[in-house]
């Protein structure tokens, strides 16, 4: 079975300033999905970024962006000029490539912006 | 983007009650629907998966027929807690998957908080 492990409950920083989000996992697959979703205090899930096994590349969304290291087994996500906005739960997440299988979440890391 | 809905949002019930809970995808279909769990301060467990026309499958040490589910069409699936008890309180959030995208993606509803007295 595959694992998500996010080793910091809770991690702070200054606004504007940039945050590094971590998350290891531990998989026997190939092919798979790795994204990071935001849950503010309303509960509801955001995608925040997705990345897929099999692109080289690191996925980028706005300010938004992760470190992917396949061999790792790493994918971590930054924060770029950190934004009041950006206070929330953020969980890294697993998929399985091909199949249509639920997600595989870590515990969670709860970010604050500190004004 | 596409939007996934839930009813009701918040459900307070007797212990010994059945609370169902529906789950749409309102501009999208979704052959694949997911029920997670997540207890406060908690991450989201996976429950089950709801398969349109066909069984759903549930991940170890959930109790299927404590938690029914329903997918009779292409955007709802329902969840019901049979005889719920206050250890069934929790925050239930269910998901859906765009059967005609091809970035593999899952939507998540609002969530439906159930307190069980």
């Known amino acids: 079975a595959q694992t998500v492990t996010q080793s910091q409950p809770e991690m702070s920083v200054q606004e504007a300033e940039t945050v590094t989000l971590s998350c290891t996992y531990d998989?026997?697959?190939?092919?798979?999905?790795l994204f990071w979703y935001k849950q503010p205090p309303s509960r509801q899930m955001i995608l925040v970024i997705r990345?897929?096994?099999?692109?080289?590349q690191n996925a980028t969304e706005n300010r938004f962006s992760v470190n992917f290291q396949k061999a790792a087994k790493s994918f971590s996500l930054k924060i770029s000029d950190s934004q009041l906005g950006d206070a929330a739960m953020y969980f890294c997440?697993?998929?399985?490539?091909?199949?249509?299988?639920?997600?595989?979440f870590g515990k969670g890391t709860h970010l604050i912006i500190q004004p | 983007g596409a939007v996934v809905s839930q009813h009701p949002s918040w459900v307070i019930c007797k212990s010994g009650t059945s609370v169902k809970i529906e789950c749409r995808s309102l501009?999208?279909?979704?052959?694949?629907m997911f029920w997670y769990r997540q207890f406060p301060k908690q991450s989201l467990m996976l429950m089950a998966t709801?398969?349109?026309?066909?069984?759903?499958?549930?991940e170890q040490g959930v109790e299927k027929d404590k938690f029914l589910i329903n997918h009779a069409s292409l955007t709802l699936s329902t969840l019901t807690v049979t005889s719920a008890h206050p250890e069934d309180s929790s925050f239930y959030i269910c998901?859906?998957?765009?059967?005609?995208?091809?970035?593999?993606?899952?939507?998540f509803g609002p969530g439906t908080r159930l307190l069980v007295l």
């Open positions: 709801s398969n349109e026309g066909s069984k759903a499958t549930y």
């Open positions: 990345q897929e096994a099999y692109k080289q």
């Open positions: 997440a697993y998929h399985s490539g091909g199949g249509a299988d639920g997600l595989t």
């Open positions: 501009d999208f279909q979704a052959t694949t």
């Open positions: 998901s859906a998957r765009d059967t005609a995208s091809t970035q593999e993606t899952q939507y």
């Open positions: 998989t026997s697959e190939s092919d798979y999905y």
